[in-house]
């Protein structure tokens, strides 16, 4: 027998049995983080290859949501906090060795890069608009004249926003589950797709949807390649990783995760946005929205999973059943 | 400059979590959490069994995961290295709660992450951390281990000793004796 026991009585709020100090807030805003990241990467490329007119709805319309998506996702952040009011004591400081100074940082930036770039396209998206101010016309040729160095800056920080999510879980080796690399660019690749699959729903050019959804076919083709690997590291890593590995190989996760992240998030889409490349007519929206819906999915299981995995007191968890 | 740490010898604890209330005194720990815990391990085949008692914290590790991840720089190693948050540049973002292997670190009430400060405001009186002090078996040392003629020196260099989980990479300072 083997038998370990807390006989003093330990329940602290939110640690005990199983760590959830990280509720919804968090996977929320790890999506619409994703999501930013790959509306701005997409919308920055193909503005920088001149292909704006092109592909309307992927430059122009969907930077439009990013600012809100930020917002909803930055207020999430703040909800989590225990101590909401001191939230600014993150900008006091930069700490390199923080993956969440990071993306404070981070945030900082394309926050309002994302709303110069939304103002750049105001007019074309919603041509009544007008203003009697001097100072918007002002500003308005002031960021069209900066619009190649803050398409350029998009690019870059998109790519930061998407891929610290995930270094930022991987960085916290207490949680077996979140500690591997590829974490990092799995998310980045979610995001990017999630971003594709918006652009999707919201674009009316088959040309355009035709595009993206190849685009989106590649980036679907990565992740469950990377998502293969994961769990392949995990098996032949030591044993915490191995343990965290079985929480999705005939653990709590298993039937959440390949059902709904793996099959109908990633797989499903996949084959119809590959049977249209074949030339077969199928609803694009619905592989857009699985892969959204997905992606959701996909976070919330990730972020429950990895404080589900740790290396000591696994035998609280027996108290659950 | 010294190096705080700690030993507990898992033969003389005997499980009566004295430190466990006497921690609750001493630093007003609210009622619900605690800053250390009892873990009794058994194993064998009855009759052979084996039985191991021990008083867990916070390790006050040298290579804390908990100070390198906090974003605001709230959970800072002082002199001495223990470990302690700054109440007042604590965001409560739980960086810190999700990086501890020990699981040792818990939300207050009043919003900030706490966590046993191995009692900094007596051992800075030059006292004993409560835990240490009540201990009615005197299985807990506390002391300096750049002092070679300490107590906790001299147990660590004739005792046989273990760290718990010393594969999670964190290089935790309170040791067990066995």
Not at chain 1, 8 to 34: K, T, V
Not at chain 1, 190 to 200: D, N, R, W, Y
Request: charged share 15%.
């Amino acid at each position: 027998m083997h038998e370990i026991e807390i006989t003093s009585g330990r329940m602290n709020p939110e640690i005990d049995p199983i760590l959830h100090a990280w509720g919804w807030p968090i996977p929320l805003y790890l999506f619409l983080g994703g999501l930013v990241a790959g509306i701005l990467f997409f919308s920055a490329l193909f503005y920088l290859r001149n292909e704006s007119d092109k592909y309307k709805a992927g430059v122009k319309i969907a930077p439009m949501f990013a600012p809100f998506f930020l917002t909803i996702g930055l207020l999430a952040l703040l909800y989590d906090l225990s101590h909401k009011l001191y939230f600014w004591k993150l900008f006091t400081t930069i700490r390199l060795e923080s993956p969440m100074s990071w993306g404070a940082w981070t945030l900082s930036i394309i926050f309002p890069l994302s709303i110069l770039w939304s103002f750049l396209f105001i007019k074309d998206v919603f041509p009544s608009i007008s203003w009697n101010s001097k100072l918007l016309d002002q500003l308005h040729e002031l960021v069209k004249k900066f619009a190649k160095p803050i398409a350029w800056a998009l690019l870059l920080v998109s790519i930061i926003l998407g891929i610290y999510t995930g270094i930022l879980l991987s960085a916290f080796n207490a949680r077996p589950f979140w500690n591997t690399s590829i974490l990092g660019p799995l998310f980045l690749t979610s995001g990017l797709s999630t971003g594709t699959a918006f652009v999707i729903l919201l674009s009316k050019d088959h040309h355009e949807k035709l595009l993206f959804s190849r685009i989106d076919m590649w980036l679907i083709a990565v992740e469950m390649f990377l998502i293969i690997h994961l769990f392949m590291g995990f098996l032949a890593s030591i044993q915490v990783h191995e343990d965290a590995a079985h929480l999705f190989l005939g653990g709590p996760y298993t039937a959440v995760f390949w059902t709904f992240v793996f099959t109908l998030g990633l797989l499903v889409p996949f084959l119809i946005e590959l049977l249209e490349w074949r030339g077969y007519k199928l609803p694009t929206s619905l592989a857009a929205v699985l892969v959204l819906i997905g992606g959701i999915i996909f976070r919330f299981v990730v972020v429950d999973a990895g404080q589900s995995s740790r290396w000591l007191y696994k035998f609280m968890e027996s108290s659950l059943k | 400059m010294p190096r705080y740490a700690m030993t507990i010898d898992t033969k003389r604890c005997v499980g009566c979590a004295d430190c466990v209330v006497a921690c609750q005194t001493e630093n007003e720990v609210p009622v619900g959490y605690c800053r250390d815990w009892i873990v009794q391990e058994t194993s064998g085949v009855f009759p052979k069994l084996h039985l191991e008692i021990r008083s867990e914290r916070c390790n006050h590790c040298e290579d804390a995961p908990c100070v390198r991840t906090c974003p605001t720089g709230a959970s800072h190693i002082v002199e001495g290295g223990i470990v302690l948050v700054d109440h007042d540049d604590c965001i409560g973002c739980k960086a810190c709660i999700e990086s501890c292997p020990y699981d040792a670190r818990f939300v207050h009430p009043e919003g900030y992450v706490d966590k046993c400060t191995f009692c900094i405001h007596r051992v800075q009186e030059g006292k004993d951390p409560a835990c240490v002090s009540v201990c009615p078996t005197h299985a807990m040392i506390f002391g300096d281990l750049e002092d070679p003629n300490s107590e906790i020196s001299r147990v660590l260099r004739t005792k046989q000793h273990k760290v718990l989980i010393p594969e999670a990479g964190t290089h935790p300072h309170v040791y067990y004796l066995l």
